[in-house]
């Protein structure tokens, strides 16, 4: 498969010049004014945002402003947007020399991404047929910042590797593709999938490793020098991790329906992080000979039992079905660190700078098909009728709906969602190939001053790499006592 991409990379032919100054100013006042051009025909207020709500209460016989919608999801968003602002931001600072790239080129997308996310979502979701427009509420920025972590997933496997302006494609698309996906796997199919496992997880994470693998860099060694943490970096990082751990719970439970259905998704997420925090720092100490502990398992693989409580989450999985998922995400996701990731580099020529493969895909898919097999589980003796209905959304035209065809098809929006993520990344990855996005050569990958204005005394020195911490290579612990090597440069 690597064969492929290298006679790809000697068709499109090198690209060595980093000069962005003309590239990601066009891209984005001409992206930024299209979108203003955009929201001007078609994004309009909902009734609860708009001036004629007051209208609005009094026809629907609401009695309270307090029953806006606003007042039930704004908290849930603020939580959301702290994730995918400064949650994932931060925990892609780890490497020592592209904080700026990894909190900044985040934020890009991030800015970019939840608007041109409102429109394709609206389109899809929210268009008035008879207006021809696209309403929206808090509830729709709740959806956009969901769509926004796909790209930031994907981001996550290249970082390091693209240049702006590649991100900025990555964000096109991966909005783009995200929300066609949402539709089949929520609309079509009807799946559930509050948290993401599937729609953002899944599909972010092979979406983000299929892109790579066409981008693949065999001389990336010759950035060995800045592949790796120190100490500040790595605190940084971790946290990015205590925010994206501590609000989980409002991510996954963010759009669930008010009442049982959103107090349940943010139980069973809460105890699925904190049963993977343990498994992961359990098998953290054991891979080691002295029994330390690695940075790498304890900033990514705690996060997996949120990933993979997504899907399930809302559903009657019981606190000790949430315990057991988050146990066992959390042990898969640290053997992934160890081993997985330094397979994929070295026999398929895959190089997934964070991990997302171990983090965000695998658990991802396992949460997919953890809710196909709760759902099919699932009994009126449990649910109650009326509760098995609202879970599930059994109404018009899928009242008849079983548990068991809902399980089928749940599984079946697993796949959809690793399809779409694999071949999408694919194409995507092919047209990043093209030698005019100013992306760096493999000897200057992983340093913030290719495209950010540095501080002299700051180039003057290169910190020794941390080797512990670099995500895509194997270490072999037997060699030091300290258990990690320093590369000095």
């Known amino acids: 498969m690597g064969n492929c ?70 908290p849930s968003f603020q939580d959301v947007h702290v994730m995918i602002f400064v949650g994932f931001g931060f925990l892609m600072t780890f490497l020592k020399r592209y904080s700026y790239g990894g909190v900044g080129f985040n934020f890009l997308i991030a800015a970019f991404g939840l608007q041109w996310a409102l429109l394709m979502q609206g389109w899809f979701h929210s268009l008035n047929p008879e207006t021809g427009k696209i309403t929206i509420g808090v509830e729709s920025l709740i959806n956009a910042d969901f769509c926004c972590a796909g790209s930031l997933i994907a981001f996550g496997a290249l970082l390091g590797k693209v240049s702006p302006v590649q991100t900025l494609v990555v964000a096109l698309f991966g909005v783009t593709l995200f929300a066609v996906e949402e539709y089949i796997i929520l609309d079509l199919l009807h799946c559930r999938d509050a948290g993401g496992s599937m729609v953002i997880h899944c599909f972010g994470g092979y979406y983000g490793l299929a892109i790579s693998w066409v981008l693949y860099r065999p001389n990336l060694h010759l950035s060995k020098r800045f592949h790796g ?125 964070c991990g997302v493969h171990n983090l965000h895909a695998v658990p991802g898919m396992l949460g997919g098909f953890i809710g196909a097999i709760t759902a099919a589980a699932a009994t009126e003796a449990v649910y109650g009728a009326e509760g098995l209905r609202n879970t599930f959304d059994f109404e018009g035209e899928f009242e008849n709906r079983t548990p068991g065809t809902q399980g089928g098809f749940q599984a079946a929006g697993t796949c959809v969602s690793i399809a779409f993520g694999l071949v999408g990344g694919v194409c995507v990855g092919f047209i990043l190939r093209f030698p005019i996005w100013a992306d760096p050569g493999d000897d200057n990958c992983f340093d913030d001053e290719v495209y950010w204005e540095m501080l002299p005394e700051f180039l003057e020195i290169v910190p020794p790499v941390l080797e512990y911490n670099n995500h895509m290579i194997h270490k072999h612990q037997e060699i030091s006592e300290s258990n990690f090597s320093v590369d000095q440069s």
């Open 5 to 74: 991409c290298d006679r790809a990379a000697s068709f499109f032919g090198p690209q060595k010049n980093t000069n962005v100054r003309v590239g990601l100013p066009a891209v984005c006042f001409v992206w930024q004014i299209a979108m203003v051009v955009l929201f001007g025909v078609f994004i309009r207020y909902d009734e609860e945002s708009d001036t004629h709500w007051v209208e609005f209460r009094r026809e629907n016989n609401i009695t309270s402003d307090i029953e806006n919608d606003f007042y039930f999801r704004y």
């Open 229 to 353: 943490a120190v100490y500040h970096s790595d605190l940084f990082a971790m946290i990015g991790t205590l925010y994206l751990w501590m609000y989980w719970p409002s991510f996954n439970s963010a759009i669930t329906d008010h009442g049982d259905g959103q107090h349940r998704t943010a139980i069973n997420t809460y105890l699925a992080l904190a049963s993977s925090v343990l498994t992961t720092v359990a098998i953290s100490s054991m891979s080691k000979k002295g029994g330390k502990l690695d940075m790498v398992h304890i900033q990514n693989a705690t996060l997996a039992g949120g990933v993979a409580m997504g899907t399930a989450a809302e559903f009657m999985i019981q606190p000790y079905g949430a315990l057991i998922v988050g146990f066992c995400v959390g042990i898969i996701s640290t053997f992934g660190y160890l081993f997985v990731t330094p397979f994929l580099e070295k026999y398929l020529k895959l190089q997934d700078t």
